[in-house]
Nanobody, 116 residues
């Protein structure tokens, strides 16, 4: 079993920055892809950004140029640097890990609120 723990959410003013982090732990696994998704109540969970084990990144159009995803040296951590935040970025942000098996794991989510 793999456990994902997110951190770094909070309240920020429009134009501000936040950095989210996610650490994976548990029984032996190898992550093929790690990423971030977000969801607001009443809406579907949507892609924010993903990164493969080779370092290939993919971003939603709404986050390109403002957000940057990266993986740690241990390959079981992923971070999301969010700059120039907008009110529409407000959501519960989830970390996702997909193994080579493939199995999919989700974190519990961390709240990001962008408001003045």
């Amino acid at each position: 079993q793999v456990r994902l723990v997110e951190s770094g959410g909070g309240l920020v003013q429009p134009g501000g920055s936040l950095r989210l982090s996610c650490a994976a732990s548990g029984s032996a696994f190898s992550s093929a892809v790690m990423g971030w998704y977000r969801q607001n109540s009443g809406k579907q969970r949507e892609l924010v950004a993903t990164i493969t084990s080779a370092g290939t990144t993919n971003y939603a159009d709404s986050t390109k140029g403002r957000f940057a995803i990266s993986r740690g040296n241990a390959k079981n951590t992923v971070s999301l640097q969010m700059n120039n935040l907008k009110p529409e970025d407000t959501a519960l942000y989830y970390c996702k890990l997909v193994t080579w098996s493939p199995n999919t794991y989700w974190g519990q989510g961390t709240q990001v609120t962008v408001s003045s």
